[in-house]
């Protein structure tokens, strides 16, 4: 009797604590075997075989636990009730079973549950399971290693904090361990792992270097299997993002070569980390970008941006412009293998984000001379990068193309006219002023206006601006018609004529400012009197001669 109540109370407690049917169900089982145990006692002595059905009953049980826990991990809806049931506490014993199966089991729940949120995460590094984790990383089959790795992922994803528990826990030596694994699935596990911990910041990116893991995570590259392939040239790029001492002991370990012989790698997903890696190594400094152009990626890498897949376009046009913002010879570099006219191509192609980099990338280019401005004027630029800002619904995107219209157009008279033909000031301009653009954009359009406005000469694209235009903009407006003027007869006819001088002679500008100063450099460009007769007033003023006036009789 003693037996089967101890089973029953097993059987009530394990039902309480995880209210789920299965483990319902599991507890029943076990107080039916200990009934029936109880029964055959009484009818004389158990035999051996009875004795171990009580065992592999026990194991059955434990099995369909963990294997429905972790099931059940996999659907959102239902994580929050396995973590009011205490899940957690149930599982962690299991994974020191004996049965290599419910270990296995266990930890891939763990992972699930921990890869959901970052409280989850928190409760396995508070549940002092990591440690044991990284025990048996080192102990277990390869199947244990790839869910432990798996755990150890998931946990460190959400934060520096929870990393850094990994790390304090002496994870990154046996993870680097398992980067020589003869298994693939435990390299691609460990590397995955390995890669989230150093995402997050230099420091933890450093603790990584520092356990050995980048020379075995370039061995890994050279590897047959695709997917390896991907997480290995991920965790690189993670690890070179942060500084450019980190890009150069990837460096150092001979990643560039091997990594730009996988960019027309069939797998999209590869070339999308493949070109990641490369930008972030590129983008430290000129001597790092320099080695990634000798890699010979050029023209090669300029197909991926003709790629289906648009975040291998995306990543192709970082790389591009990581390279291309450092000096102009290497943006030079990049015109002379038809790379400005590509990525043109490839913004036309492309919405949202996608356009961000290249857009960015035209930018840089024509910020470092005349030459390569016009570079880009000359491949179709200007107006690809007037519909981003016209039709782009994202102002992170249109402040990006405002910048670049304003680097290609701040030059010469001629790059300021090409942009202004193309009717971009007027959107810049209501864009400058909207109350809905971000901050950000304000800035930029501002920005932007002015560079192209000190260089246009083209003044039938500035004359809407005398009457639009806030008194900060008007004055660079009137400034460029006071500088244009006194040399062309043609604008001094068409100006009179089009209202202008109507216009200027009523702005209200303070007397010594520099804004009077380029209204009476205008007005020094025609006679006293047709000066006097567009001013305000001057109406009244011969209508008050005319009342005056006694006819000759």
Not at 39 to 48: E, K, L, P, T
Not at 239 to 257: F, M, N, R, W, Y
Not at 439 to 456: G, P, R, T, W
Request: charged residues 20%.
């Amino acid at each position: 009797m003693a037996a089967a109540f101890r089973f029953r109370s097993v059987a009530r407690e394990t039902r309480l604590h995880t209210g789920a049917s299965v483990p319902s169900r599991v507890a029943a089982a076990v107080a039916r075997s200990a009934g029936c145990l109880q029964g055959r006692a009484g009818c004389g002595a158990m035999s051996q075989r009875q004795v171990l059905q009580v065992f592999e009953q026990y194991q059955k049980a434990r099995t369909q636990f963990v294997q429905m826990v972790a099931e059940l991990a996999t659907r959102p809806q239902n994580i929050e009730t396995l973590q009011n049931a205490g899940v957690m506490a149930l599982l962690r014993p299991l994974l020191l079973d004996v049965v290599p199966t419910i270990q296995q089991t266990a930890a891939l729940a763990l992972g699930r549950l921990a890869n959901y949120n970052d409280d989850l995460a928190e409760a396995v590094v508070k549940g002092d399971i990591l440690p044991q984790l990284v025990y048996s990383l080192a102990e277990q089959n390869r199947f244990y290693k790839k869910a432990a790795a798996f755990v150890l992922r998931a946990v460190g994803k959400h934060s520096p904090q929870l990393a850094q528990a990994i790390v304090d826990c002496g994870a990154l030596d046996t993870l680097v361990i398992c980067l020589e694994d003869f298994d693939p699935g435990v390299k691609e596990a460990a590397a995955w792992a390995l890669g989230y911990i150093a995402r997050h910041n230099a420091e933890l990116s450093q603790a990584v270097v520092d356990a050995g893991a980048v020379p075995l995570l370039v061995l890994c590259i050279q590897e047959p299997e695709v997917a390896l392939k991907r997480i290995a040239a991920s965790a690189l790029s993670d690890i070179a993002k942060h500084s450019p001492e980190l890009a150069q002991t990837v460096v150092d370990a001979g990643a560039i070569a091997h990594l730009a012989q996988m960019i027309l790698n069939p797998d999209a997903k590869l070339k999308r980390q493949v070109l990641s890696a490369l930008s972030q190594i590129a983008k430290h400094s000129v001597d790092l970008a320099e080695m990634v152009v000798e890699a010979e990626i050029f023209p090669v890498v300029l197909t991926c941006l003709k790629d289906k897949d648009d975040y291998v376009k995306k990543n192709a046009c970082t790389l591009i412009r990581e390279i291309a913002k450092h000096t102009p010879e290497l943006s030079q570099l990049i015109v002379n293998a038809g790379g400005v006219a590509a990525v043109i191509d490839c913004v036309g192609s492309c919405k949202g984000n996608t356009r961000l980099p290249g857009v960015m990338m035209l930018g840089y280019v024509a910020a470092h001379s005349e030459n390569l401005a016009m570079a880009v004027i000359i491949s179709k630029g200007v107006p690809q990068l007037c519909i981003c800002l016209s039709e782009e619904p994202e102002d992170h995107i249109k402040a990006a193309a405002a910048w670049a219209l304003g680097q290609i157009g701040r030059h010469t008279p001629e790059h300021a006219r090409a942009v202004a033909v193309t009717n971009t000031l007027p959107v810049l301009l209501s864009l400058y002023m909207s109350a809905e653009s971000s901050e950000d954009l304000q800035v930029k359009s501002k920005k932007a206006i002015k560079n192209i406005l000190q260089k246009c000469t083209y003044l039938p694209a500035l004359e809407p601006f005398l009457y639009d235009a806030p008194p900060n903009i008007l004055k660079h407006v009137v400034g460029q018609f006071s500088k244009v003027l006194p040399h062309d007869s043609k604008a001094r006819r068409l100006f009179v004529t089009s209202g202008g001088l109507k216009k200027v002679q009523e702005i209200k500008a303070e007397p010594g400012s520099l804004l009077q100063e380029y209204i009476n450099s205008i007005n020094n460009c025609y006679p006293e009197e047709i000066v006097r007769y567009y001013s305000p007033g001057y109406s009244d003023t011969l209508l008050q001669r005319v009342d005056s006036y006694q006819p000759l009789t």
